[in-house]
Structure formats: C-alpha cells, structure tokens
C-alpha cells in the first residue's frame, strides 16, 4: 500500500512538471503609465488559470530600457509607443503587433500657473516627451499645425515619465506630454493643470500598442490567442468598472503590486475625465494605425512602413469570431 502511494505521488508530480514546461513563458515590458493597464489585470485575474502560457510582466522606467531589452531579446513582448514598434520594425527588429494597449489616455500638461491657453502659446516653450519616437510627439506636432506651428517652433526634452513632474517642479520644462496618470498626479500636487487631452487633439487615436517576437507568435499561436483572449476580456471589465465603480477594483489590483502609484493616483488618473482613455476597442485595424504613421510621417519621426507586414490581425478575429 505504501509503495503504490509512493508510486501514485510520483506520478502526480511528473504530470504536474509536465503540465508545467508546456506552458509557453512570456516576458512582457510594460512602463508605469495606466495604458498598459489591460496587461496587469489579465496578469491579476487570469496569469494562474492560464492552460498554455505564463506572463512575466517586467516594468521598465524608460522606452528606452524597454527597447534595449525587446532588441536583446531580454523580453518576448512589450506594449509600446506605435510610432516607436514602427521603427524598430524598419530597423529589422523581429516583432509584429497583435493588439491595441488602449485608445486615447495622455494630455498636455502646462505649470499651474501658466496663462498658455492654446496651441500657439506653446511657441518657444520647453516641452518635455517620453520618448523622440513617441504617439506623443507626433501628436504634439499635429496640435501645433493647428495653430500654423509644429515641432520647430518648441523645444522639446525627452523626459521619462516618471521625472516629468519633478522637471517642471523645478522649473525646467513649460509644459509636458505624456501618459495619465502623471497629468492628474500634477494636478493634484497643484505642480500643473491640463492644457488638452490628446483625445481632443485625434478623438480614438492608437497610442500604445501589443508587440510579439514573431517567431513567437508562428510557433505558438495556442498560448498567444489565450493570452489575447484574457487581455481583451480585461479591456472590457476595466471600462466597466470605470463606470460601475469609480475604477476602485482596478485600483486595488494593480496599485502598489504593479505600480509605482497608490489607489488614489490609479483612480485620478483614469476617472479625470472618466472618458480621458478606453480599453474596449483593441481592435489593430490597419486603418487606425496608419492615422498614427501619417502623423508620425509628417512629424520626421519615422520612416514609412508595411502595415500589411507589420500587423497581425488573426488573434483579435480569433476572438470576435469565437464570441459570435
């Protein structure tokens, strides 16, 4: 009887190590910005009911830390700048994107007692970007062309989000782009006020998006669609909980555990406006993407490139056609 337990409990623990080396393990880079929330919460809710993969978030400070890691091949995959997964795909990087982080969700944010009160207010003013090759930039010019500026008539100071409130604390920068929820956290520190929020520069506009190692991506298609599933799935609950629950729930979840934010930063910086960012569309249609490259384009900050070869659609119509 004692020798069958043993054997019984040996089995076990072969199937379970088994069970364990199929999964696929995916390292993931994402920043401390509330657009690459739809990746924690399917790592909260969904990372141990996961059959085929395992997600490995790993955060960096800096586009460019998360860059130097995707082309070391430190980490699989990234939610990342578009136009920035754009030129790493001109530069031969081996990454194709399968979905949207997110839609709008970054403002301009001016000194609390700044009189700027419109695009050409900005001109001659220093105005701090996360990254060269960032939505960011592309959409800071496409403000300024509305006043008859762009780029030219600014300075800008690649800054990384994190830094951004104390540059202008000091007196370093007039104004910054970026990512919520460090617009909110200014203003609630009385450091700065939004000037405009970037859904009102391009209303739905793609910002972050999902890149994979394309190798990845031909060799294990089960785990990829899984994943892809659950973080769609997760772009829903967190709108809905946007709505139903002054975003308490997202709060809770990744506060602290994923962030370098408490609740109420979390909470702030998705509930100021409420309709400041969404995650229900994730949808990586060619048509949305290339508004973001012609942008990008008129900018200087990209070359052009294939959209056809640089998008992979089949996860997110994997989905849609499984939910019909």
């Known amino acids: 009887m004692k020798k069958m337990l043993i054997n019984f409990i040996i089995i076990m623990m072969i199937s379970q190590y088994s069970y364990a080396i199929d999964k696929v393990e995916l390292r993931v880079g994402y920043l401390p910005i509330l657009d690459h929330l739809t990746l924690l919460v399917s790592h909260a809710k969904d990372n141990d009911l996961f059959q085929h993969v395992t997600i490995k978030p790993k955060m960096f400070r800096s586009w460019r830390g998360m860059v130097g890691a995707l082309k070391a091949g430190v980490i699989d995959a990234a939610f990342i700048l578009s136009p920035l997964a754009m030129d790493l795909f001109n530069q031969g990087v081996n990454i194709k994107t399968i979905l949207l982080a997110h839609r ?9 007692d700044s009189s700027i009160i419109k695009a050409r207010d900005l001109q001659n003013k220093i105005i701090a970007i996360p990254d060269r090759k960032s939505t960011h930039t592309a959409l800071l010019n496409h403000y300024l062309q509305q006043d008859g500026l762009s780029l030219q008539d600014v300075k800008t100071k690649v800054i990384s989000p994190t830094n951004m409130i104390q540059a202008m604390l000091l007196g370093k920068i007039d ?10 956290k200014a203003q609630s520190q009385n450091v700065g006020k939004i000037l405009i929020l970037t859904k009102d520069i391009i209303d739905n506009h793609v910002e972050c998006i999902v890149v994979v190692n394309n190798d990845l991506l031909n060799s294990n298609t089960i785990a990829i669609q899984e994943w892809v599933n659950s973080l769609i799935k997760a772009g829903k609950w967190i709108d809905t909980d946007k709505l ?8 809770s979840i990744t506060a602290k555990r994923y962030f370098p934010h408490n609740q109420k930063t979390v909470i702030m910086g998705l509930q100021n406006p409420i309709n400041r960012i969404s995650f ?7 048509e949305d993407i ?3 490259m012609d942008i990008s384009l008129q900018a200087n900050i990209i070359q052009n490139i294939n959209l056809n070869d640089f998008i992979d659609q089949r996860f997110y119509t994997n989905y849609k056609s499984s939910q019909k």
């Open 104 to 112: 709008d969700g970054s403002a301009i944010t001016i000194k609390s």
């Open 290 to 292: 290339k508004i973001i």
């Open 280 to 286: 229900s569309d994730l949808n990586p249609s060619l």
């Open 244 to 251: 139903e629950n002054n975003s308490e729930q997202i709060a």
């Open 175 to 184: 104004a910054f782009i970026v990512a919520a929820p460090f617009g909110a």
